[in-house]
C-alpha cells in the first residue's frame, strides 16, 4: 500500500473527490471495502495457487481488462485543453446565439486537436490535417464548432467520406503505412478523385506539419447560418487566428521529430499551459448575405472552396483562450464527443452536403464510441446549463430523475397541462426547400482547380519549393507509375512549372492534361492570406531555444542569455554533454535538461552554443555534437555563438564562408538582440 500514488475516490453521491485536508486516502475496492493489501493476491499457501475468492484481485483484473474503448474511426490522436471564450462586442445585429450578446462575456470551452489518419499511438509531427474541435459550454447548451486546420476539404459529398479514410489509413491487406499518405491507395484515390486538387495544394504544404498547435489557424471549413433575434440569416464561415502568429516545422524536420519526440506536440501544449503562457485565437467571421453567395465565382456551399479574406474580410469578434489542462486524459480528452450538429439558437446549417452527412455522422458513432446514448452525461460532454427532457435510461444513466412523468405532454409537471411553449426555444431557419430526388452532383461544384492554382500562386518561393518537394516525396512512396502520371495530369490545370518540377524530382515525362470537369478560371488574385510565411510572428515569444553548454564555460555569458530569454519570454533548454550538466568557469554547476543526443537541435526554433575552448573541442569530436549543428544550420535556424565554438562549426561544416545572416557571434551581438533576430524563426535561402 505504501507505494500507491494518490488517488481520486469514490464518495457516496457517485461525485469523485480527494480527501479534504489533502491527505493519501485509504485504497478501497469499488464497493468501498478498505483494501488490505494491494501488492500480494490471496494464495493457498505462499507458492500455492490463487483464489478465485479474491474478489480485490478479481475486480482489479477486470476493470483492467475492460480500460480500453475503441479510438476515434479518424482523429484517433488528439490533445486537449480547458479555456474560454469572450466576446469582444456584441452581435447582435448578426445573431441571437446568447455568447455573442454581450461584450466581456466569457463561455467555458474545451478544445480537442487532432492528427487525423494515425492510430492513437501515432507521431504528432506526421504530414496530415490537423482538427481543430472547440466546445463552447453556452448558457443556452453546447455549441461544437468541429473544425480543421485547413479551410477546406477533400470531398463535397460526405458519402464519399469511408472511402477517403479507408484509402489514406493502412492497406487493409497489410496494416501499414501508419500515420502517413505516402502510399498507394492514398494517391489512388486522390488521382481518381479531381475535387480534391486543392485541398491536396494545403495537405502538400507546410499546414500539414505546423511546429505546435499554438500557431496553426482552425476553420469551421462550411458555410453556416447565423440568424438574429428577428429571424434574418446571414450566411457565415468561421475562422480561428492564432496570436501566436503561424509557424512550421520543415519535413525534414518533421521526420526526425517523430524519432526524437513522437509527442512534441502535446509536450508543447502542456508546457506552454503549466507555464502560464496560455495560447490564444481570435475567432473571426466572415459574413455575407445571399446575393454575395449568387455573385461568388463558387458554391459557397461547396466545402472544396475557400472565400478569399479579400472578397469578404475576417471580421474578429472575440478570443479563444486555453489556461488549463484537463486532470484525467481518459475522463476528458479521450472521452470528450464532438458532434457538428450541436448548434445553439441564432446558429444554423446550410444544405453544404458534407455537412448534412457529418451532422449524422458524429452523434452515431458515439454509441460505438462511448457505449450507448448517455455519453453527454459524462462530466466533458454535459451542458453546464439545465437539462430537462424525457430521454431516460439505457446503458450507464448517471441521472436520476424523479417524480411520475417521463412523457409528454403530461399533466403531472406542473399547473399548466399539455404542450409546453418554450421562450427561445431552438428554431430552425425556415429555409425554402423542393427538388426532385436525385443523386446528383450540383454543376456547380465543377471547378477543382481554379482555388488549386490560387492557393499555390499565393505562396512564398520558399513555400512552393516545399509543395513540390512534399509532392515529389509522397509521389516517389507510390509505386505504380501510372498513379503517379494520373496526379501529375491534374497539377497542370493548377501550374505548368509545379508539374515540371515534380516531373523533374520524380525523373518522369509530363503527362497529357487530365480533362477537367469545367475549365479553371487561371487570373484569380494572389491572396496573402494563405501563406504561413507572410503570417508569422511579430516576436519570438513562445518559442524555444536549445542552448549548448559544456564545462568551463564562462557563467556570466550564461546567466546573461538567460536572463535575455526570460525577458523575452522565451522558453530555453539547456543541453549537455551530460545529463548532471555542467560546471562553469567559476566552479559553479549549471543543471541540464537533455543530454545532447537526447536534446537533438531540431527540437528547438533557435540555438546557441556557449562552450569553453576545450569544451568546444571536444564537441567537435562527437558526432551528436556536429550533427546538432549541422543539423540547426541546414534547417535555416538563428544560431548564436560564443567565442571559442569555432572548431565545433568547422567540423560540422559551418565554415567561415557558410556564416550568413544568421549565425550571430556573441561577441557581437547582445542576447536580447539575437532573440529579437530570431522573430524571423528562419533563414531560408541558406542552401542546406
Ligand atoms: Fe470529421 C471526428 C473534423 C468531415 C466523421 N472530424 C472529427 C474530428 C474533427 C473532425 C476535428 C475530431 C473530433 C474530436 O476531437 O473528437 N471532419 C472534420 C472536418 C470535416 C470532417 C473539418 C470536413 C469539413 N467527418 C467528416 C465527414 C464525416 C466525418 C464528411 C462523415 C460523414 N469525424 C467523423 C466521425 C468522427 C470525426 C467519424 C470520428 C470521431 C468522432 O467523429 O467523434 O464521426
Known sequence: MADQHDRETVGKGGETHQTASGARPDLTTEQGVRVADDQNSLKAGRRGPTLIQDQHFREKIFHFDHERIPERVVHARGYGAHGFFETYESLSDLTCADLFQRGGERTEAFVRFSTVAGNKGSPDLARDVRGFAVKLYTKEGNWDLVGNNIPVFFIQDAIKFPDLIHAAKQEPDRGFPQAQTAHNNFWDFISLTPESMHMVM????????????????????????????????????????????????????????????????????????????????????????????ERFDFDVLDATKIIPEKEVPVRRVGRLVLDRMVNNFFAETEQVAFQTGNVVPGIDFTDDPLLQGRNFSYLDTQLKRLGGPNFTHIPVNAPRCPVHNFQHDGHMAMRTPKGRANYEPNSWSGAAAGPRETPRGYESYPQHVEGPKVRERSPTFADHYSQARQFYVSQTQVEQSHIVDALVFELSKVDVPEIRNRVMAHLRHIDEELTESVARGLGMAVPDKATPAREPITDLPRSPALSILENGPESFAGRRLGLLLTDEVDRAKVDALLKAAADASVTVTVVAPQIAGVVAEDGTHIPANEKIDGGPSVLFDAVAILASDSGAQALAQMHEARKWVADAYAHGKFIYYGEGVKPLLDAAGVSSARRDSGMIPASEVAPGDFLTACTDLRVWDRSA
Open 202 to 293: 494545403w495537405i502538400m504544404s507546410d499546414r500539414t506539419i505546423p511546429r505546435s498547435f499554438r500557431f496553426m489557424e482552425g476553420f469551421g471549413v462550411h458555410t453556416f447560418r447565423l440568424v438574429d433575434a428577428e429571424g434574418t440569416s446571414r450566411f457565415v464561415k468561421f475562422h480561428w487566428k492564432p496570436n501566436q502568429g503561424l509557424q512550421s516545422v520543415t519535413w525534414n524536420e518533421a521526420m526526425q521529430l517523430n524519432g526524437a519526440d513522437p509527442d512534441y506536440h502535446r509536450r508543447d501544449l502542456w508546457d506552454a499551459i503549466q507555464s502560464g503562457d496560455y495560447p490564444e485565437w481570435e475567432l473571426g467571421l466572415q459574413v455575407f448575405d445571399e446575393d454575395f453567395a
